[in-house]
């Protein structure tokens, strides 16, 4: 019985880990939006560094629920 509980709180600490990823994409494209409006020339050379940018921090946001997931099968 603890155990099962142990690892339903194991799950839930493992998938904390996509608010992180949550609040970085949603910095990485506020701080682009800013950018593009203060130099609108620039943007587009940087549209690739987002995309990049992005999905490194998603990647990181599904890292962490698969993980959840592993820890609830487990």
Request: net charge negative; glycine share 16%.
């Amino acid at each position: 019985m603890e155990a099962e509980a142990a690892k339903y709180l194991g799950a839930g600490l493992a998938t904390l880990g996509m608010i992180g990823s949550a609040i970085g994409v949603g910095n990485i494209f506020g701080n682009f939006l800013n950018g593009a409006l203060r130099n609108p020339s620039a943007a587009a050379s940087q549209v690739g560094n987002l995309f990049v940018g992005a999905a490194l921090a998603e990647a990181l946001g599904i890292l962490a629920f698969v993980l959840g997931i592993l820890i609830l099968n487990a």
